[in-house]
């Protein structure tokens, strides 16, 4: 059996590769998201609040490694559209976890179900195992990136 060496495309390629990808895709996000009235930033902080149900600020600081000022203005405008609700603990008033307004629960489903469409369609023609391939490889990326930063 011949194997092959796995060689690197040159780190300025990859750049460029990853540069292009992410204007593309923050491009499309920003024009899906304008029926919502919302931003990708705000996107991926109500997707963080959808997967954890309620969560603290501070959590979705950590989680999304973003520094606590920028969650906070996310949230107040997030707040100001009822997208999402603050709800102060009652043992300590200091705390206030954040959760989905039915209106921010309907924006996920009804965003959710439009943009996967759409990345199906634009994703046609590519091996559902290679896709399987880059969102393994994406992850682990994603989880050394995480374990470096902690």
């Given at each position: 059996?011949?194997?092959t060496t796995y060689k690197p495309a040159p780190t300025y390629q990859i750049g460029l590769m990853k540069s292009q990808i992410y204007r593309s895709m923050n491009g499309y996000l920003t024009k899906a998201l304008v029926p919502y009235n919302i931003t990708p930033?705000?996107?991926m902080l109500i997707g963080s609040i959808y997967e954890n149900g309620q969560i603290l600020p501070t959590e979705l600081s950590q989680n999304l490694g973003v520094k606590p000022p920028v969650v906070t203005s996310s949230l107040k405008s997030l707040q100001d559209k009822k997208i999402i609700h603050k709800e102060r603990s009652t043992r300590d008033g200091r705390y206030a976890r954040v959760s989905l307004t039915l209106k921010g629960k309907q924006i996920v489903a009804e965003a959710e179900a439009v943009m996967q469409q759409d990345l199906k369609a634009?994703?046609?023609g590519i091996k559902?195992?290679?896709l399987k391939v880059y969102n393994r490889v994406l992850m682990a990326i994603f989880t050394k990136i995480s374990n470096v930063a902690a």
């Open positions: 059996m011949l194997r930033p705000e996107w634009f994703l046609h559902p195992a290679d």
